[in-house]
């Protein structure tokens, strides 16, 4: 039986009267993703109709999930929110503390080791407020999540911004920062502008040795990593409905790579089959009562010119196997095309490391196909020209391929298994030689491949592909192999090609696990303590921030003037840092080290306006901070792309900025600023990003007169005392600059006024 079942079954009740009156109240036919939208109202009952990219709706979500480096900082704030127990399902994985090095036993026995205080922290909040937890070594949160608690047609956050994995089981699920967690968590509504539609019609059905990932990997050269921001991205069609399910989560995993909101596909076969081949059944059963309700009505999918913003057409028979990369997920290069690009750009044509696995690609066809390249190795006499990683995505999914023979597959070749973790996907990943800063070339599954994100070198450059072409990359060692055309020499002399990937959608034998990993909560955990080292290295007791004092910011000083790309990663690495992850004071110390100071082009290096030296972000900023003087930090395009973490908000907030005034936000980045009781606000006029200087003061001259749709005037004034006057937007409603009144929106549940 599934988790919370009985959930579950509400929201199918209530869905077929929500979705007619939503309907009606339209005027036409509803997508699947308007459905799913309108049934999860927080009102209930539509009462009217919502403008898409205009309106800001409050929703309940069914439930939430949170990973364990997001999840200390959410929960420690959920201690500070003084609830006795989560209001909805909600759950923590912990999959982000375990560091891959040498294998999966070896690395997961010294993970427990080194982080068993955050690991007992969240086990004993997890038990006292009723959160069900998924213990180290059990799997990756998205994995976790789509084999035991997504559901089609339901609603829920994350705080992990590839939540959005969950929509290959028809669900919208999207990526948060951590308050927005606290809030659903203590049972209040959670705000989202209504989203535009983006439909992408699926013809034809993959084959060969094209996969869904390839799928993802070519919306992203077509959409860039911005061109999905403020929309949903709904798939339909033939090539749709004849896809995996699983492969269905790797394309919406990958979505958060071109900044939308989250994907989703309408429910089929596929996703029925993969609900009870995961011993649910029963979810199956209550899906298939309202199936009709669980996709897009058949008009919609006939023109969906008219009921869509954008929509692009993709046809899976001809579309060819795809290497996105480097340094962004969105250089979409055909791989007969890569060996030609790879010389053009001067990229390194060896390939050092193949790594598969991760969170977007780990599933059990995923595996299995892949293990299908890798036992040609054996039989056709070849070698692995590169390094080469697995990570399976669950311990339900590793036990099971462990069973049909896949590892002894991998062990053959030489191949390492990690850990059911995150691992190099998100820099926990201890590769020896990394820090000699060496141009190479690496290729994996994962789904983001910023500069310095698998090992720390700004000089790795990694190529995103499926599971399958990956390990036939690996094989061959070669950049430039094209396994549809090329051949490779064996042991023997002899020219031999390598056979397209097969492997079934789901294990002939089902899905089994000696443990699984899950702890279930106590049934009553008022006599619970939880207890936090006032000396501890990693987790620190939250302090509320202070509320606005009602007056213009005036007087504040110029912290960075952020070039080019600067995602969360920029901001607030990971990688060893996430070691940090529960205690703000510590973890501020990587604020923006990696943002490129538009005035030197260096990293980790600004002036001090009070000395006159350059020192590193943090220290320039604990230095303002000390002296009271406020600082501002400014910033390009997409400013805050990549993972949900809302460190890179808390982290301005504590060091004392008050305001990041950029060119344009990433979503999830935007909110946790305002989230935090900063201002995230964008120049009315981009090229006035020229106009500010090194020296800069900063002055607020109409801050007291705040208000919804009315523009900021800031003052900069230069070192030579003249001065340039710039309008600044924002998008705060009410609400939101109620936040900001507060010092943030937890003061404001804390105080029992949110």
């Known amino acids: 039986m599934a988790f919370d079942i009985d959930m579950i079954k509400k929201v199918y009740d209530n869905m077929t009267t929500r979705v007619d009156a939503a309907r009606e109240i339209v005027g036409r036919p509803l997508t699947l993703t308007e459905k799913i939208l309108y049934n999860h109202l927080w ?62 036993v070896t690395d997961l026995a010294r993970a427990k080791t080194q982080s068993n205080e955050v690991f007992d922290f969240l086990s004993s909040v997890s038990n006292k407020y009723g959160i069900g ?37 028809g669900m919208v699920a999207i990526g948060v920062g951590g308050a927005d967690a606290v809030d659903v968590m203590s049972g ?11 439909g992408i019609k699926l013809t034809g059905k993959l084959s060969g040795w094209t996969a869904p990932k390839d799928v993802i990997l070519k919306v992203a050269g077509i959409l860039t990593v911005k061109g999905g921001t403020g929309a949903i991205v709904e798939y339909f069609g033939e090539g749709a409905t004849s896809m995996s399910c699983t492969g269905k989560g790797t394309i919406c995993n990958m979505g958060a790579e071109i900044g939308a909101t989250t994907s989703t596909f309408g429910y089929d076969a596929s996703m029925g089959r993969y609900l009870r081949s995961t011993n649910r059944a029963d979810v199956a059963d209550a899906a298939d009562k309202v199936a009709d309700y669980l996709t897009g009505d058949p008009e919609v999918y006939a023109n969906p010119e008219k009921y869509f913003d954008q929509v692009i057409e993709i046809n899976l028979s001809e579309l060819e196997p795809h290497l996105n990369g480097p340094f962004t997920p969105d250089l979409a290069t055909p791989i007969s095309k890569m060996k030609e690009a790879a010389i053009k ?58 069973r049909d023979g896949f590892i002894d597959t991998f062990d053959k070749i030489g191949a390492t298994v990690f850990a059911n973790a995150c691992g190099p996907c998100i820099g926990m990943w201890d590769r020896e030689g990394a820090e000699k800063e060496e141009r190479n070339t690496i290729v994996h599954s994962f789904n983001r491949n910023f500069s310095k994100r698998a090992d720390g070198n700004p000089n790795t450059m990694a190529f995103v592909g499926s599971p399958e072409l990956v390990t036939a990359m690996a094989i061959a060692g070669d950049l430039g192999f094209n396994p549809l055309t090329d051949t490779l020499i064996n042991e023997d002399g002899e020219e031999v090609m390598l056979e397209a990937p097969t492997g079934d959608e789901l294990p002939e034998k089902g899905f089994d696990a000696e443990d699984p ?35 213009n910011i005036t007087g504040a000083k110029l912290l960075i003037k952020a070039f080019g790309k600067c995602t969360t990663d920029h ?3 990971a990688g060893p840092w996430l070691r940090f992850r529960g205690h703000l004071d510590n973890i501020s110390n990587n604020m923006l080290i990696g943002a490129i100071n538009a005035y030197t082009q260096k990293t980790n290096s600004v002036k001090n306006q009070l000395t006159g030296t350059y020192d590193a972000v943090p220290a320039v900023a604990r230095a303002y901070k000390a002296a009271g003087v406020p600082s501002i930090v400014v910033g390009d395009h997409n400013y805050g792309e990549g ?29 946790n600023l305002k989230k935090q009781g900063l201002l995230g606000l964008t120049f009315a006029n981009e090229a006035d990003y020229d106009k500010i200087q090194e020296d800069d003061t900063i002055n607020f001259t109409d801050l007291v007169d705040f208000a919804p749709g009315k523009p900021l005037t800031v003052e900069f004034v230069h070192a030579d005392g003249s001065k340039d006057i710039i309008m600044a937007n924002h998008t705060y409603n009410e609400g939101q600059i109620g936040w900001f009144v507060a010092g943030s929106a937890l003061n404001l549940i804390a105080a029992g006024k949110a």
């Open 43 to 104: 009102d209930g009952t539509p009462s009217k109709a919502f403008e898409r990219g205009t309106d800001y709706v409050d929703f309940a979500p069914d439930r939430v999930a949170c990973q364990d480096a997001t999840a200390q900082m959410a929960l420690l704030q959920f201690m500070h929110a003084g609830k006795s127990q989560v209001a909805v399902p909600t759950t923590v994985h912990c999959d982000h503390l375990i560091q891959a090095k040498v294998d999966a």
């Open 345 to 402: 750009n001067n990229w390194p044509l060896k390939i050092q490391v193949g790594l598969i696995g991760s969170c977007t690609n780990s599933s059990y066809e995923d595996i299995a196909r892949a293990a299908s390249i890798a036992k040609q190795v054996t039989d056709k006499k070849l070698k692995l020209k590169s390094k080469f990683t697995i990570t399976p995505g669950s311990e339900v999914v590793r036990y099971t391929i462990e």
């Open 643 to 671: 993972s949900s973490r809302e460190h890179a908000a808390m982290e301005p907030r504590f060091l004392g900025v008050k305001a990041v005034l950029v060119k344009s936000f990433a979503r999830i980045h935007e909110t």
């Open 133 to 169: 937890f998924w213990k180290p070594g059990a799997g990756i949160i998205h994995q976790v999540v789509l084999e035991n608690y997504a559901f089609p047609g339901g609603m829920m956050i994350g705080t992990d911004s590839h939540t959005v994995n969950a929509g290959g089981l």
């Open 188 to 198: 209040m509504a959670w705000e989202l502008k209504f989203p535009k539609l983006i």
């Open 517 to 551: 990993g899950f702890q279930a909560p106590a049934a009553d955990g008022s006599g619970i303590q939880v207890t936090v080292s006032e000396d501890s290295e990693r987790l620190q007791l939250l302090a509320p921030f202070a509320p606005w004092d009602g007056k």
């Open 571 to 573: 901001i607030s690495m």
